[in-house]
T-cell receptor, first 112, second 110 residues
């Protein structure tokens, strides 16, 4: 099993550009989530999904969109990148909400 | 406003000592409290977790102590080793939403 994979590993964007961060898991997990990690802030939940076709907002959803068309994939879209979105983004999956979450290796995003 | 408050921000412990990290919360609806370990450049990994109906859980050298009335929980690392040097995060879950503490950077001196 590859576990949770994320692409790209690193990305530089200009303000106003859009992009999609990819996340995939091969463990047949129903629950998937996106976090951003900033120094001194811990991880903050952006969006999450409890199954294909179902998504919901987390703590810091503004500026981000998600969709879940398959169990395996959970992409995160930045509609119009801002410098405040410079961060490290982690995707995670688990069998359910209150289960062991497996995190991907992260995507480091720099918005200029 | 941070839903889970974690302290200390950093911690230096001698090899063989006990590392203690504390977390506090306000929302009594939280029903699952995991601790994660993160090494530089890696994603967090689950270390140990507890439900609020249990006051203590031990797995090897790692113990969670949970005080429901005080709304506090803590991670104890016994016989700390240099390989334990990492950043530790507490978290709390309410209806599929996880809230993380700000992290504690642990440095175990040989």
């Amino acid at each position: 099993n590859a576990g949770v994979t994320q692409t790209p590993k690193f990305q530089v964007l200009k303000t106003g550009q859009s992009m999609t961060l990819q996340c995939a898991q091969d463990m047949n997990h129903e629950y998937m989530s996106w976090y951003r990690q900033d120094p001194g802030m811990g991880l903050r939940l952006i969006h999450y999904s409890v199954g294909a076709g179902i998504t919901d907002q987390g703590e810091v959803p503004n500026g981000y969109n998600v969709s879940r068309s398959t169990t395996e994939d959970f992409p995160l879209r930045l509609l119009s990148a801002a410098p405040s979105q410079t961060s490290v983004y982690f995707c995670a999956s688990s069998r359910g909400g209150i289960e062991t979450q497996y995190f991907g290796p992260g995507t480091r995003l720099l918005v200029l | 406003q941070q839903q889970v408050k974690q302290s200390p921000q950093s911690l230096i412990v001698q090899k063989g000592g006990i590392s203690i990290i504390n977390c506090a919360y306000e929302n009594t609806a939280f029903d699952y409290f995991p601790w994660y370990q993160q090494f530089p450049g890696k994603g967090p990994a689950l270390l140990i977790a507890i439900r609020p109906d249990v006051s203590e859980k031990k797995e090897g050298r790692f113990t969670i102590s949970f005080n429901k009335s005080a709304k506090q929980f803590s991670l104890h690392i016994m016989d700390s080793q240099p390989g334990d040097s990492a950043t530790y995060f507490c978290a709390a879950n309410n209806f599929n939403k996880f809230y993380f503490g700000s992290g504690t950077k642990l440095n175990v001196k040989p």
